[in-house]
């Protein structure tokens, strides 16, 4: 069994993490019934005897004695970071971990990476360091972060230089919360622009999330909870976005319940890695299946159900519901639409009691609607993880390699255009040392290249699958 | 004579114990609608070749299982010790931590070096403990990256150190649609690699496997045990012992032994112009034919259908094609069985819609990154299309 970090950087980084923290804690307690520390856990906690001092508290096997996450918390800021410490999770957090500053990065993504890169590089080689040592078998550090500010953004970023010159073989899985159009931060444009040429060169896989998506999922349950139509009781702590048990509970702070859905995409991603099923899926199988050529890994993601109604007895007809919605555009983590787009590849990560044979109905339902590129047209990779989340009978978690995401690209894209013809606020990230107009630029064009590798594909669409002809061969 | 089973990877070592539990119950099932004392034999024939016995009574499996992940083999392990009628020796699993990733080359020139004296110790002390080895029996996929790229190593090892034993590799051919993206890569250097090195590929298909639980056994949700189990069955019904007047030990006969390796005389061979496949395949000619009978009135069954002249190629008539074993002792509660195996052009769609597959993504390059990654090149996979054509075209010239 392998272990994973997960480095959590930026205000939108850590509050993300925090919530994640607090739902995997809650999904192996409700699994781990004997109280055992086990190779589950063990994927992304160590447990340590909390009386021993220094780093000789490190325990195996046996009975959990204290659970600490296999975590980096960095913030240029100490707001957030020092209010997780003063939380319900404080205990879960080794305090060497951490790595904060006071004065932020000041939505600059040049501060975030060169200033605070600079500065902190020791520090958070050091800290990365300690946390790979204490892994028996490091497969994979899951970066968190906001592609908008300066701190996630920036420092997040440079990470991920460090983290591939650091821990070659090692995967990196980022997620990213990309901008919305009414975003707040005018130079959010600037910020994930020169961050996507870093995630572009330096990441393994992209997990592209948007906060106006994840709003209008929350909209959609809201209006689903408050309908008060017939039958329709929720289960509690069935919501994909609440943490806490009934979903009645309003002291939840305005971002916990689209961070909460973002946590359950980074446990179900790593749900058929730490538990058992039929068909097991690994972390390392999701680059190899879902990245074809290296510099196309965004994978759109989708999570179906957003929550689980209160009656007992579901039939195959639900189920097969729950595959129909994975592929609405209405369930997607960004802005887009996959079945009007190219899909180069599909994964379909299934939890709970679901089966081969229900596996494959639903593949064959959905194909005919669906466009693969000519190569791919078969493009399915599928795993059953026999654990459901808690909460949920079963669930899906479906990753896409689809040209959808383009129009989010271009539409950033736009949005720097605008600011960059003008110059607009340009002097902020010119007087940092180390940035030059050539910046802009080169990640200007990273991501134009980009986009027109979507756009070639895009092309291929409408034209007729033809076999290419063969070897032939003397026998 | 005994048969020493190797399980790799998640599949291999979920068949592999369905199969060794089926040995078992059949073995042990009171109803074999023989004599006492062919029951009798019949067991402790099928006890030597696939268990050793242990202090306590408990049989262990004559099994190595290796897997490049704990999940599997760890809950393999307790669904044999679970069931406390046999059991795996404790000793007998290879595991590492990080799996393959579905990748061939990772499977074959990473995890194969790395482990290969462990792994052929495991297996020479599994050799050691028979006192007649009868060769070995493989399990594993095409479609991942362990089964597939590690059990090929493997293979070929098994050629190099134990060269006068038989080797059959039982490969699961995954579903068309999609298990995993890259299986069709993945099956083409499976198959091509073992083709130098393998003595008999025993195919089992995922879509005909689960048409039988569908249509024939009327199972609406169809779980991964439940296709396991038919296939588990399937080969028990062909590996247990036959019945055969030679020798005085009369259940000894080898399954492994069947002569497979078939070479057409050259001179014999008409000359054909390039057909199209479909036109080839109207009608399915077989190289040979096995059938294996098991139950009641077995002597008077009839099989002259199997003998036609017409399922056979010109070189090949029924008389050296056709063999049938017949055994009373019935299997696993059934009053009368048969079992079919069969060296035809039966597989020949299936490889060459692999194939298609497998060269319409090469033509893009797409993936190849993740191979060359770990040595495997762009010629070492137009080697394998080259030797899979080859073989397609032989099988449709029949």
Known sequence: MTQSVVVQVGQCGNQIGCCFWDLALREHAAVNQKGIYDEAISSFFRNVDTRVVGDGGSISKGKICSLKARAVLIDMEEGVVNEILQG???????????????????????????????????????????????????????????????????????????????FPEVYRFVTSIYPSGEDDVITSPYNSILAMKELNEHADCVLPVDNQSLFDIISKIDLMVNSGKLGTTVKPKSLVTSSAGAFKKRQEKPFDAMNNIVANLLLNLTSSA????????????????????????????????????????????????????????????????????????????????????????????????????????????????????????????????NTCVKPTFMDLRERFTRLYKKKAHLHHYLQIEGMEESCFSEALSSLSALIQEYSQLDATKSMPVEDLPRLSVAV | ????????????????????????????????????????????????????????????????????????????????????????????????????GNNWAYGYSVHGPRHEESVMNLIQKEVEKCDS???????????????????????????????????????????????????????????????????????????????????????????????????????????????????????????????????????????????????????????????????????????????????????????NAFNVWKTQRAFSKYEKSAALVSNSQFLVKPLDMIVSK?????????????????????EDFLDSFTLLEQVVASYCNL
């Open chain 1, 88 to 166: 319900p999770l404080r205990d879960v957090f080794d305090s060497k971990q951490l790595i904060t500053d006071i004065s932020g990065s000041g939505n600059n993504w040049a501060v975030g990476h060169k200033v605070f890169g600079h500065l902190y590089q020791e520090q958070i080689l050091e800290k990365l360091r300690k946390s790979a040592e204490h892994c028996d078998c490091l497969q994979c550090f899951f970066v968190i972060h906001s592609m908008g500010g300066g701190t996630g953004s920036g420092l997040g970023t440079f990470l991920l230089k460090v983290l591939e010159d650091e």
């Open chain 2, 133 to 319: 080895l009868g060769g070995f029996f493989i399990i594993m996929s095409m479609a991942g990256g362990t089964g597939s790229g590690l059990g090929t190593f493997i293979t070929q090892n098994l050629q190099d150190q134990y060269s006068s034993s038989l080797k059959m590799n039982h490969i699961i051919w995954p579903y068309g649609t999609g298990e995993v993206i890259v299986q069709n890569y993945n099956s083409i250097l499976t198959l091509s690699h073992l083709y130098r090195s393998s003595d008999a590929l025993l195919v089992h298909e995922n879509d005909a496997v689960h048409k039988i639980c569908a249509k024939l056994m009327n199972i609406k949700q169809i779980s991964f045990n439940n296709i396991n189990q038919v296939i588990a069955h399937q080969l028990g019904s062909v590996f247990q012992p036959t019945y055969s007047e030679e020798g005085s030990f009369h259940y000894r006969r080898n399954p492994l032994g069947i002569d497979w390796q078939v070479q057409p005389p050259l001179s014999r061979l008409p000359t054909l112009g390039k057909r199209s496949l479909s036109e080839q395949l109207r009608f399915n000619t077989s190289i040979a034919n096995l059938v294996v009978l098991r139950g009641k009135d077995v002597h008077s069954a009839d099989v002259a259908g199997f003998k036609d002249p017409a399922l056979y190629t010109s070189w090949l008539g029924p008389d």
């Open chain 2, 358 to 378: 497998a060269w319409n993504m090469f033509a893009s390059k797409a993936y190849i990154h993740q191979y060359t990654k770990f040595g495997i090149e762009e």
């Open chain 2, 1 to 100: 004579m005994s048969i020493v089973t190797v399980q790799l990877g998640q599949c291999g070592n979920q068949i592999g114990f369905e199969v060794f539990d089926a040995l078992f119950s059949d073995s042990h099932c009171t109803q074999g609608l023989c004599s006492k004392r062919e029951n009798e034999a019949y067991r402790s024939s099928c006890k030597e070749r696939f268990f050793n016995e242990e202090e306590n009574g408990v049989p262990i499996a004559r099994a190595v299982l290796v897997d490049m992940e704990p999940k599997v083999i760890n809950q393999t392990l307790s669904k044999a010790v679970q069931s406390s009628r046999w059991k795996y020796g404790q000793r007998s699993c290879f595991c590492q931590k990080q799996g393959s």
């Open chain 1, 274 to 401: 730490r538990f058992e099923g039929s068909l097991n899926m690994d972390l390392n199988e999701i680059s190899m299946n879902l990245v074809p050529f290296p510099q196309l890994h965004y994978l759109v993601s989708s999570l179906t159900p957003l929550y689980t109604l209160a009656d007992v007895n579901i039939p195959p007809r639900r189920l097969d519901q729950m595959f129909s919605d994975a592929f609405s555009k209405d369930h997607q983590l960004i802005q887009a639409d996959p079945k009007h787009s190219l899909y180069l590849a599909c994964a379909l990560m299934v939890r709970g009691n679901v089966q081969i044979s229900d596996l494959r109905r639903n593949i064959e339902r959905l194909k005919p609607s669906l466009q693969f590129v000519s190569w791919n047209q078969e493009g399915w990779k599928t795993s059953l993880c026999s654990v459901p989340p808690v909460g949920h009978c079963h669930s899906l978690l479906a990753l896409a390699n």
